[in-house]
């Protein structure tokens, strides 16, 4: 019975080398052998695994494109033993990106150097400083001077003389009537000037005696720099309407002379009747620019300005009575024209002329040397009258007039810079050494 039964376990095994192609016997068909009908089931379940298995890998293989490949490359057939594919590098082109740069804001302004001399980055400079561009200006439709701070926190325009046009503003609780103008002190009484020839505005905030000796303000300065000649040709004209007659036009032409010299110049012409009965304004400028740049270092600049206003009135506001707030907005309370015979009446005339001079020159790849000077006359002819008090008898008010007074201002400044930049170690440093000279005069005639 034994030989029997190994006799049968030899034909399985022949049956399962055969059917699987695997001459090793799996674990379970190890001899002993107790019963060779109890394990045919098992190597036919086995045998049927491994076949079932290995024609998968076979359809796989066929229905591969590297397989596919590998054929056609071989020139064999499918049913031939596969070989192995090759697996060369395959250059793919992606489509092309493009990513363009555009400016936050055509607001923001990196540097002041009109105002703090030295090209030093404002968010790096240990003051506060902003700066107004011309864009904004253009944007917000600015016509006045006292308009030009409205959109500077802590800074708010007072009121001027008489409504000359003149620079009176207050910074951080401080009144500042003297501005300045290219970096020169701007006597803001009695010189009137148009915004057309303003290129930006630089606010610096705070004390400022260590730039500006002792002209510094406690509050602060306001610095309207001038436009000046380009590298590009260009023209500009505008009209604008408003309230009350108002009609303005101006005028904004660069021109390229030649490969060192340009030119511009700005022009303005303004009629207003203003909010107030019986009073009118009416003013002009004109400001030409002339640049020569040799391209190598030097650059001469020469800008002139010359500013007129003539106005009907000579408007302090409001009296400071204590019913101020029933009285008209509207109502001029000064001498108008014609209401007695004889008497001309308010009225103020302004007229300021400036010539200012630059001059750079670039002394090696870190030093430059800038020299520059300024020359301006304001005059304002007038007739005012105003309260002598603030109380009042019954309705009436006790009024002093000035009139036909002669009121000017002349004044000569000049600057020397010498800017360059100084290491240590691996530290950079700008420095800035200059000097400045200034001298006013003023004069008024009184009444007449």
């Known amino acids: 019975m034994k030989n029997k039964q190994q006799s049968m376990y030899k034909r399985l095994m022949s049956l399962y080398t055969l059917v699987t192609g695997n001459a090793q016997h799996p674990p379970l068909m190890q001899p002993p052998v107790k019963s060779v009908c109890s ?53 793919v082109v992606l489509p092309s990106t493009s990513v363009v740069g555009m400016p936050i804001s055509s607001y923001i302004t990196p540097t002041s150097a009109s105002t703090i001399k030295t090209d030093t980055p404002l968010k790096d400079y240990p003051a506060s400083i902003q700066v107004v561009p011309n864009e904004l200006l253009k944007d917000r439709g600015v016509t006045r001077i006292d308009q030009v701070a409205d959109t500077v926190s802590g800074v708010h325009a007072e009121a001027n003389y008489g409504g000359n046009g ?59 720099v001038s436009k000046r000649p380009e590298q590009n040709d260009f023209g500009e004209m505008s009209a604008t309407v408003g309230s009350y007659g108002m009609t303005r036009t101006t005028m904004d032409v660069n021109r390229v002379l030649n490969d060192d010299l340009s030119m511009r110049l700005n022009a303005s012409a303004e009629h207003d009747s203003t909010f107030r009965d019986d009073t009118r304004d009416h003013s002009w400028s004109f400001a030409p620019a002339v640049t020569w740049d040799n391209h190598d270092g030097t650059s001469v600049t020469l800008l002139s300005e010359y500013n007129h206003l003539s106005r009907d009135g000579f408007d302090f506001g409001v009296p400071a009575v204590a019913n101020y707030r029933e009285l008209s907005r509207t109502r001029y309370y000064g001498l108008s024209r014609g209401l007695y015979a004889g008497v001309d009446g308010d009225y103020g005339k302004n007229d300021t002329l400036s010539e200012t001079l630059l001059l750079e020159h670039q002394l090696s790849d870190t030093w430059k040397l800038r ?16 309260p002598n008090s603030t109380t009042t008898t019954g309705n009436l008010l006790d009024y002093s007039v000035y009139s036909n007074a002669n009121e000017s201002s002349r004044q000569y400044s000049s600057r ?28 008024s005639d009184g009444s007449q």
Do not use: M
């Open 416 to 443: 020397a810079e010498l800017v360059g930049d100084i290491f240590t170690g691996n530290v950079k440093h700008q420095l800035l050494i200059g000097t400045d000279y200034s001298f006013q005069k003023i004069v």
């Open 371 to 386: 020299l520059a000077g300024q020359y301006v006359y304001a005059r304002q002819r007038s007739t005012q009258s105003f």
């Open 39 to 91: 394990y045919l089931p098992a190597v036919l379940l086995h045998a049927g695994l491994v076949i079932a298995s290995s024609a998968y890998a076979d359809d796989n293989l066929k229905q591969s494109p590297l397989a596919q490949e590998g054929d056609e490359h071989s020139g064999t057939s499918s049913e031939a033993t596969p070989t192995k594919p090759s697996l060369s590098p395959v250059k």
């Open 166 to 224: 003149g620079t009176f503003f207050n910074i951080r609780g401080f009144s500042e009537s003297n501005g300045l103008r290219d970096g020169f002190r701007n006597y803001g009484y009695y010189a009137f000037r148009d915004v057309q020839n303003i290129d930006q505005i630089e606010i610096f905030k705070g004390p400022t005696g260590a730039l500006y000796g002792g002209i510094g303000a406690i509050g602060g300065y306001i610095n309207t």
